[in-house]
């Protein structure tokens, strides 16, 4: 996919005239861009924070990194002037009265740290609400570097930046997205607004690559993790929440915050499958029904394979759940796998899973090889 494949907006959306704030809002519609179903690399619940931004008068660079959809109140106002829910900078000016508007290379600047360092295949520049004050323009540029540099180690001119999304103008009140070609491993972003503005929010999805060292040293770690690699592939129903939520970190803080199906009628079973980190072989199994109080799935079993065409193995036989309840399982003598299934029954919702284990030598040799290949 080409950013030209993607829906393009451009220009001033209507001023608010009442009513929901979101329904004149441009967006690719209920399927949204083809990356969306990837992780959110940039997800502030992973780790991910805007650690420096050149300006940000009217709103706060935080914002750009909240879960939720922006929010709109038509009557906040600061001694500043409207308060809007993203980042938001202040006018530029030109040298003086005879140039008032800003240099084509007058920018502003945010620096993110992504909470999950890997290869990105989107971004979305997300402008809800900023109508007329958006940024003409926008672009991204990543970087990889290790452990935790400051705003002004990123900054010194030996740090390489890799253009992800070259200066494109964007539209206000849209998602704005962008398809990223680049085959590498990105710790950091820059996003760029042109010559300055509003972006509400920032999501930067794409496929974790943990770093092998680290893993190697914790021994046994949890290897469904979205943050250690693991990756939902697919699920039987994504009604009311998103299956990823049971590979987020920590636990769940509200219903919502796990998975949860719609209603079951007749036979049948909800079940989500998963990509290990890499080849594993599982020792412990956390089944967290958090917060799930009256739609708890009532049973579930575990299963895996070994590759893409392996047959599927029963790890854990079906058992009985507890609703909002940690369950924990031993495994003996669990053979090695890439993938795992859980089944529940007959619907309802799970907060977490955790598979706790350890990867195998030629496990541990895939990693390696596609960490070097991807850091170059």
């Not at 140039?99 to 992504?114: K, Q, S, T, V, Y």
């Not at 669990?334 to 299934?341: E, Q, S």
């Amino acid at each position: 996919m080409t950013t030209a494949d993607l829906p393009r907006y451009t220009g001033d959306a209507s001023p608010y005239q009442g009513g929901d704030p979101y329904a004149d809002y441009r967006t690719p519609g209920a399927t949204g861009f083809a990356f969306t179903h990837l992780p959110d690399l940039a997800d502030r619940r992973l780790g991910a924070g805007v650690i420096a931004a050149n300006d940000e008068f009217f709103a706060e660079r935080e914002n750009l990194l909240k879960p939720e959809p922006a929010h709109f109140d038509p009557e906040a106002f600061g001694h500043k002037g409207k308060i809007m829910d993203g980042w938001e900078t202040r006018r530029r000016r030109g040298t003086d009265g005879a140039h008032p508007f800003p240099a084509d290379e007058d920018h502003d600047w945010a620096l993110i740290r992504l909470g999950a360092p890997g290869v990105i295949r989107g971004i979305v520049v997300d402008t809800a609400h900023f109508r007329g004050n958006y940024p003409q323009s926008v672009s991204v540029e990543g970087a990889c570097v290790e452990g935790s540099p400051s705003p002004a180690e990123l900054l010194a001119d030996d740090v390489v930046w890799t253009p992800l999304v070259p200066r494109t103008a964007i539209g206000g009140h849209a998602a704005n997205g962008f398809a990223v070609q680049a085959e590498r491993r990105f710790t950091h972003l820059r996003l760029n607004q042109h010559p300055d503005g509003g972006v509400a929010r920032l999501r930067v999805h794409g496929e974790v690559v943990p770093a092998p060292g680290w893993l190697a040293a914790l021994g046994t770690f949890d290897v469904a993790a979205l943050e250690n690699g693991g990756q939902v592939e697919d699920a039987s129903d994504r009604f009311y929440s998103s299956p990823t939520h049971t590979i987020q970190p920590g636990r769940s803080r509200k219903m919502d915050d796990g998975w949860e199906t719609r209603r079951r009628r007749g036979t049948g079973n909800d079940w989500v499958r998963y990509r290990l980190t890499e080849q594993s072989v599982i020792r412990a199994v956390e089944i967290d029904t958090g917060y799930l109080k009256g739609n708890s799935a009532g049973w579930a079993g575990l299963f895996g394979r070994d590759g893409e065409s392996g047959e599927w193995i029963e790890l854990l036989p079906r058992t009985r759940l507890q609703p909002d309840t940690v369950h924990r399982f031993l495994l003996d003598d669990a053979p090695a796998v890439t993938h795992a299934r859980i089944d529940i029954f007959p619907d309802g919702g799970i907060a977490r899973l955790r598979l706790h284990g350890s990867l195998t030598e030629d496990g541990a040799r895939r990693l390696t090889a596609r960490y070097g290949e991807s850091t170059g």
